[in-house]
């Protein structure tokens, strides 16, 4: 006899159930919750230092924040933000994944549609409405749309008479390249790289989320895991934070295997987040033999044509494989190709995820 809905979702509901109760909070595997105390670093010293200077004098120190996927950059910038908030200074927050143009982003902080405005008009507003010491802090700001080319935002912030701050977040240390020259004469930012996390940071902030969301802590378990993402994952801690929440939700279930479920996951939220560029890019490094870079590239610019996408000069192809291997989707390694020296690719996820993804994205 089939099972019929109800008995299915009741019989579901007691089996969750049973399997959540080692879980005392489960807002802390919320990869954006932010810790009441989090792990302190030496990077973030300078970022201290230089939004106390700022709110102190009104003389801004702007801030470039690089680092790999999961090594903690938006984390620690919001909890500043939550204790600077309470300061003399306003702080404004944008994630330019989602809100990819200098008018979008001036539109999200003013909380407006603004159509019909331009760029110019939208900007006049904005400085009517933040007059005094202001912080824009911009995440992710490399996935800027190439249609905003100049970064307008950034040129207008750096060089404006109010003295606005901003700190700038990003994966991919090749960004500030790629702003023009009159924008990088002013802003002129103080570049901080946040280094991958080590297996005693990760267990240190695994031992914190156990403290405060389980009922009952492991350490060994920890240290596993902790080892397990350092050595697995270019140190991710939002695959530790989830491998955890694995464990203890499907009891019986070696470490190991929830290490690789969680991985997956992580992997295929990152591969559906890329851009159509990318995810061709990452097609012509399984369709490539050897996976040497110009090999990789020829292959690029036939499975462009073949889906009529505008193909990547090569510079900005070198310059996407950087943001790759930042987010921890491909390993570049030195490789001798007769007398000379060149990087292969290694792709670090399962490809089948990239297959089912690239046919369905490219409805082949």
Excluded: C, W
Aim: charged residues 25%.
């Amino acid at each position: 006899m089939e099972m019929d809905i109800q008995q299915y979702v009741l019989e579901r509901s007691q089996k969750m159930e049973k399997q959540t109760r080692a879980i005392q909070d489960h807002q802390v595997f919320d990869f954006n919750y932010i810790p009441e105390k989090p792990l302190m670093r030496q990077e973030l010293q300078p970022i201290i230092d230089a939004i106390l200077k700022y709110e102190q004098t009104g003389i801004p120190s702007n801030v470039a924040i690089f680092g790999s996927r999961g090594s903690g950059k938006t984390l620690l910038v919001k909890y500043l933000m939550n204790l600077f908030q309470k300061k003399s200074l306003t702080l404004k927050y944008v994630n330019v994944r989602g809100t990819n143009t200098s008018f979008k982003i001036i539109a999200e902080i003013l909380e407006v549609q603004a159509r019909g405005s331009s760029l110019s008009e939208l900007y006049h507003k904005f400085k009517k409405a933040f007059p005094r010491k202001t912080l824009v802090i911009l995440d992710e700001v490399d996935l800027m749309s190439p249609k905003d080319k100049n970064r307008d935002i950034l040129y207008f912030l750096s060089r404006d008479k109010n003295n606005y701050m901003t700190i700038l977040l990003s994966n991919n240390p090749r960004f500030l390249a790629q702003l023009d020259t009159s924008t990088k004469s002013t802003l002129q930012p103080q570049v901080i790289h946040f280094k991958n996390y080590n297996a005693q940071q990760i267990y240190e902030i695994l031992k914190d989320r156990a403290q405060k969301g389980l009922k009952r802590r492991n350490d060994t378990v920890l240290k596993h895991i902790a080892a397990l993402t350092t050595q697995n994952t270019n140190s991710d801690v939002r695959v530790a934070l989830k491998t955890l929440f694995y464990f203890v939700t499907e009891p019986g279930t070696p470490v190991t295997e929830s290490f690789e479920n969680a991985r997956k996951d992580i992997y295929l939220d990152l591969l559906t987040d890329l851009n159509d560029k990318n995810l061709i890019l990452l097609k012509a490094v399984v369709e490539s033999r050897d996976k040497l870079v110009k090999d990789v590239y020829q292959k690029y610019l036939r499975l462009s044509a073949r889906v009529n996408d505008k193909a990547f000069s090569y510079v900005y192809f070198y310059n996407n494989l950087a943001y790759l291997q930042s987010i921890g989707l491909v390993l570049l390694s030195s490789a001798k190709v007769n007398r000379t020296y060149t990087n292969r690719i290694t792709l670090t996820f399962d490809e089948s995820a990239l297959e089912s993804l690239y046919n369905l994205r490219f409805q082949l």
